[in-house]
């Protein structure tokens, strides 16, 4: 079992920018999918980034050209780097794992953007 550990949330101004970082348990090179959603308070949670083994990146509307997806399979890591952020990414974001068939999640970590 994988086990994700996010990092990186807190509190920033508009237009200012974070990096979350999602570590794993082992190695992420076989993973096919690792990706963040974010859930904001009564809202249901929804898919802000993708990246798979190969590397092609998927993007939600609202992030792109701000966020930016990556991994480091070497520290078995995944980022994103927020830029640019706006009170409307205000939610907590979750890791993402999926092997196979078995989706992994993080605990999530909170992202406060103020206005």
């Known amino acids: 079992q994988v086990q994700l550990v996010e990092s990186g949330g807190g509190l920033v101004q508009a237009e200012g920018s974070l990096r979350l970082s999602c570590a794993a348990s082992?190695?992420?090179?076989?993973?096919?999918?690792m990706g963040w959603y974010r859930q904001a308070p009564g809202k249901q949670r929804e898919l802000v980034a993708a990246?798979?083994?190969?590397?092609?990146?998927t993007y939600a509307d609202s992030v792109k050209g701000r966020f930016t997806i990556s991994r480091d399979n070497a520290k078995n890591t995944m980022y994103l780097q927020m830029n640019s952020l706006k009170a409307q990414d205000t939610a907590v974001y979750y890791c993402?794992?999926?092997?196979?068939?078995?989706?992994?999640w993080g605990q999530g970590t909170q992202v406060t953007v103020s206005s």
């Open positions: 993402n794992a999926l092997r196979g068939s078995i989706s992994y």
């Open positions: 082992e190695s992420i090179s076989s993973i096919n999918v």
């Open positions: 990246i798979t083994s190969g590397g092609t990146r």
